[in-house]
């Protein structure tokens, strides 16, 4: 009897210690499921990769939360599944940051990748810096960018932070442009983004954030988003203040959706180069088309002559309902956006990434620098 009760102690002792003490990593609860990630003790920093956000989504369609919870625990060990992309060299892109590693890429793709101080819980209410990542809008991942050392320096410097990256739809899955498209398919992609803003609202807490204090931050194509955040908000409050690092709303410029319907554009050639004609079925065909078929014809309209930069990689102002129904420089001529604190500014010298002018690329041959100059606005 004795015995007996004290191996219930035991197991009840056992069952009560830290998941970070044990063998096995940290667990958080999540509107998508239990997920288990790692422990770094040498840096005092839990990590969970390839979190989904939302479900898998439809191809042009907005994405819609996990309803129905995965029994038992996910692992939350390795990161999900890129965003569709062209390789660097086909688009003439830059590389801005780590080298992109986007190898493994998949339309299912709405994972979202946190590192936290070892052990914060709900008691903790850290605030939480959210990095939206560059590339043009058509290429990037949230898995560029390891959050360890930000997040170690925040527990030395005594002002512990939890840091959260994410993927969104890319290029033509998230920015395609159509008279054809539905008002729900424009601009998925920033879509996504506000899907995944909501997602950490409702789960800041269980994984030791406030959600009151989040702040959003990007680079490039990050910071125009971000900009976009202030002027077409979510109805629902979802960040406290915002860090735009080397772009604006306001470049490369918004142009109407029926841009892309023009001869040449990127939706003409995709339609016709698919055989999905021009006509009103054309948006459904390109939509269920199976992405073998899709992404190799998709990604050739990323090259020129169709433009002389990737057409999917801005936004377009399409009706009410598509993210974007106005031009955000008229927004901001009428003071019509968020007024939350905000730190923007530019790299300094980052220009010189694009037009060769320093020293290192100036070294290099001319035909090293894929970028064709008229192209230099779209980043
Ligand atoms: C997660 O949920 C499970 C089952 O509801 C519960 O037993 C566990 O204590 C929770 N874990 C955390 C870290 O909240
Ligand atoms: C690729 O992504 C999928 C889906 O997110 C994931 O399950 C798989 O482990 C990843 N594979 C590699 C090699 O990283
Ligand atoms: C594609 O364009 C060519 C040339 O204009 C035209 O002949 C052809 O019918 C088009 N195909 C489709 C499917 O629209």
């Avoid at 892109?93 to 493994?104: D, I, K, M, Y």
């Avoid at 601009?187 to 954030?209: E, K, S, Y």
């Avoid at 971000?226 to 109805?235: A, E, G």
């Avoid at 300094?348 to 090293?368: D, K, T, V, W, Y």
């Amino acid at each position: 009897m004795l015995l007996q009760d004290s191996f219930k102690f035991l197991l009840l002792t056992l069952s009560l210690l830290p998941a970070t003490l044990g063998s096995r990593g940290p667990i958080v609860n999540t509107t998508s499921g239990s997920y288990i990630g790692v422990h770094d003790a040498d840096n005092n920093v839990d990590v969970f990769k390839g979190i989904r956000y939302a479900s898998p989504p439809k191809r042009f369609t907005p994405a819609a939360p996990i309803a129905t919870k995965p029994e038992g625990l996910q692992s939350a060990v390795g990161f999900g599944a890129d965003c569709p992309q062209p390789p660097l060299v086909e688009t003439g892109g830059v590389a801005l940051g780590p080298p992109l590693q986007a190898t493994n890429q998949s339309e299912d793709c709405l994972f979202l990748n946190i590192w936290r101080p070892a052990s914060a819980s709900i008691e903790n209410k850290l605030p939480i810096q959210v990095y939206l990542h560059g590339g043009g809008l058509f290429e990037g991942s949230g898995s560029e960018w390891d959050g360890t050392g930000l997040v170690r320096r925040s527990i030395t410097t005594h002002k512990p932070i939890i840091f959260i990256t994410f993927n969104y739809r890319l290029g033509v899955l998230g920015f395609i442009g159509s008279a054809q498209a539905p008002n729900s398919a424009l601009n998925v992609g920033l879509q996504d983004q506000r899907r995944a803003l909501r997602w950490i609202q409702d789960n800041a807490a269980n994984f030791g954030g406030d959600a009151l204090r989040v702040t959003i931050s990007g680079e490039s194509a990050g910071a125009r988003s971000v900009h976009l955040h202030y002027f077409f908000p979510d109805s629902r409050k979802t960040f406290r203040a915002g860090i735009s690092s080397s772009g604006t709303s306001q470049a490369p410029g918004t142009v109407p959706c029926e841009w892309h319907d023009r001869p040449g554009g990127g939706y003409t050639i995709l339609s016709n180069i698919t055989g999905c004609g021009s006509g009103a079925a054309s948006f459904r065909c390109l939509q269920d088309l199976p992405f073998d078929t899709f992404w190799p014809l998709a990604l050739s309209t990323y090259q020129p002559p169709v433009g002389s930069r990737p057409p999917w990689s801005m936004v377009c102002k399409g009706p009410q309902g598509s993210f974007i129904d106005e031009y955000p420089s008229k927004k901001a001529l009428d003071g019509d956006f968020l007024n939350l604190p905000i730190i923007t500014g530019t790299n300094l010298n980052e220009g010189n990434l694009l037009i060769g002018a320093n020293n290192f690329q100036a070294s290099r041959p001319s035909s090293e620098y894929s970028i064709p100059p008229t192209s230099i606005t779209w980043i």
